[in-house]
């Protein structure tokens, strides 16, 4: 595999997510809130949501994490908002298979999409699960995420 | 130190032509040549090593120690020899004080279940540094807490130095044992073991010694140091993976139970009960990693030759060249500065996770482990959630180093 193949991951459009989030911090009232630690690399968020009749009205997470934790929680936010559980799921089963590779993209993911490069980085991926599967614990009412095994 | 392993030989060796014996180092990462920095985590392994693990297999493989054919005798005599050599290269008398395991970690475990936990009570201690690796502090854990008992951790200063007064002071009545890593596997520091096995001898207080960052890197002599256990592992020493030693005082191997039971650790089995091997066959149940060990011994006679004085000698020259050459990279700071350090550099570029430069020095061949480096302690105490860090041995060149130095200037311009 050449470089070519990994800058993407690295692509302006990411790195611009890392330098400025979007819905970074807290909001005024949340009615969840999860923490998400991935101890062995030391990647960790907090994301907190406001819903409304079980669909999310509002969404902000504070991260100390790598590139591509905080790039997807910053993408999430924009991507969420008035999606419920079983819509999250499916998101979430849609990111699984980019992820492992077994689709290129899947247009429910949006600019989520941009992570199908981590097929070819399995030591990454759990880094790109972490704030998804915070949201999806703090959906559930749920206080801790981790996206490490064992 | 009076065995021959020990003594400089003359003249030095060439080390660009050393790292020619080690056929991985010639292959390229992405289309670079690789500059593989991650020698703290596992070694490279010379040609030497690796013929003689394929030729064990391909000319003598048989059990040990338990068939009368000529090839089991042959089998059986390359093992002990690999037990005697090692033996020799720790300056040990008797090779029946080596325990050989799977790693460290095994070694460890072993002293937990069948030395340790026979001897807590309630209230007691065990005393450990903040700068232990997991496998030097976990199975004392489990065994404090099956028995009342608990971990308690001696502090480091900012440089990354063992405060030995406050561990000293620390060697209270309650200390039933201690254990202390040699070198560090993130900062890179060298602690004093000889003064710090003075201090728990006067105490009558046992401590076992991790060796695993030590004795690939340096001239170790475990008599000299005076301690009660010293554990190292093979593959960090251009050896086989899954192989490993536990030296042990006899008085302690003789009082200890076995830990795992099984075929050749017996003497004498009956249904209702069975007799023990003498120590330290007692503490090895089963067919062992046999050919990991023919290797293992290879790698220590591989390293006894180019001599050990002379390898800690070529690290530190290559240590004073890459924390000079780190020190131009912008918000670079080095976690570690101990006035005695091995060639272990663990940093941090302020604005970049480690993992992102990982990835991004790995693009460009280079090889370094990011993350915790299995010493959460430590990380709590610098108060960073992960590390960079580049690990040298004597293959390495200063154009590993330049390679890396130029990935940091490019990750940088990419991440900060």
């Known amino acids: 595999m050449g470089q070519s193949g990994v800058l993407p991951l690295y692509r302006e459009q990411l790195l611009e997510h890392n330098r400025v989030p979007h819905r970074w911090g807290d909001l005024d009232v949340a009615d969840a809130c999860a923490h998400g630690r991935n101890a062995l690399c030391g990647d960790e968020l907090r994301i907190e949501i406001c ?3 079980g669909r999310i009205r509002d969404y902000a997470f504070e991260a100390e994490a790598c590139v591509i934790t905080t ?8 991507r969420v908002i008035g999606m419920d559980m079983a819509a999250l799921e499916l998101l979430q089963k849609a990111f699984e298979r980019i992820l492992c590779g077994s689709s290129g993209q899947e247009p429910v993911l949006g600019e989520l999409n941009a992570f199908a490069e981590l097929a070819q980085f ?4 759990k880094c790109a699960r972490l704030p998804l599967a915070t949201l999806v614990a703090a959906m559930a009412g749920q206080h801790v995420a981790t996206t490490e095994e064992g | 130190m009076n065995s021959p392993m020990h003594q400089p030989i003359a003249p030095a060796p060439d080390w660009s032509r050393v790292r020619t014996e080690f056929p991985l180092l010639k292959r390229t990462v992405y289309g670079r040549p ?14 030497r090593v690796i013929d003689a693990v394929s030729q064990f297999f391909r000319e003598r493989n048989a059990n040990v120690s338990r068939a009368v054919h000529a090839l089991s005798e042959e089998a059986t005599n390359l093992y002990e020899g690999a037990r005697s050599t090692l033996a020799e290269f720790i300056g040990v008398q008797s090779d029946q004080e080596l325990v050989l395991t799977s790693g460290t ?9 069948s030395f340790l936990l026979p001897r807590l009570k309630p209230g007691d201690q065990v005393l450990v540094t903040t700068m232990e690796h997991h496998a030097n502090i976990v199975p004392w854990q489990l065994a404090c807490e099956r028995t009342g008992a608990k971990v308690v951790a001696a502090p480091i200063n900012q440089r990354g130095e063992l405060i030995l007064e406050r561990f000293v002071e620390m060697l209270t009545p309650k200390v039933k044992f201690a254990a202390v ?25 046992p401590l076992l010694v991790d060796g695993s960052q030590a004795v690939p890197h340096m001239p170790v002599n475990v008599s000299a140091i005076g301690c009660d256990f010293y554990a190292f592992t093979g593959h960090k020493m251009c050896g086989p993976t899954g192989t490993g030693v536990l030296w042990a005082r006899r008085k302690w191997l003789e009082a200890m139970p076995p830990f795992f039971g099984g075929g050749d650790m017996i003497r004498e089995v009956h249904i209702e009960s069975s007799t023990f091997a003498d120590p330290p066959q007692r503490f090895e149940a089963g067919t062992p990693n046999i050919a990991g060990f023919v290797g293992l011994g290879e790698a220590v006679r591989y390293l006894s030759e180019l001599g050990m004085d002379r390898i800690r000698a070529r690290e530190q020259e290559l240590l004073v060249y890459a924390q000079e050459r780190l020190r131009e990279i912008p918000g670079l700071r080095i976690i570690g500065e101990a006035r005695h350090k091995a060639a272990v550099i663990s940093f941090l570029v302020e604005g970049a996770h480690a993992h992102d430069l990982a990835t991004l020095l790995d693009l460009e061949g280079v090889a370094v482990r990011s993350g915790h480096h299995c010493a959460h302690p430590l990380m709590q105490f610098y108060g960073v959630p992960a590390t960079c860090r580049a690990s040298l041995a004597f293959y390495n060149r200063c154009e590993d180093v ?5 990935a940091l200037h490019k990750a940088c311009k990419l991440l900060v």
């Not at chain 2, 970690?105 to 279940?113: G, P, R």
């Not at chain 2, 890593?181 to 009558?204: D, F, K, M, Q, W």
């Not at chain 2, 330049?402 to 130029?406: C, K």
């Open chain 2, 34 to 47: 690789l500059a593989y920095l991650d020698n703290a985590n596992t070694s490279q392994k010379p040609d």
């Open chain 2, 402 to 406: 330049d390679q890396l130095v130029a």
């Open chain 2, 105 to 113: 970690t095994m070694a460890t475990n072993l002293v937990a279940y």
């Open chain 1, 122 to 125: 399995p030591a990454r991926r």
């Open chain 2, 181 to 205: 890593t040699h070198v560090s596997n993130v900062l890179g520091t060298i602690n004093p073991v000889t003064e710090i096995a003075r201090e728990c001898r006067r105490r009558s207080i």
């Open chain 1, 51 to 53: 819903c409304n009749s």
């Open chain 1, 71 to 78: 790039a997807v929680a910053s993408i999430l936010g924009d």
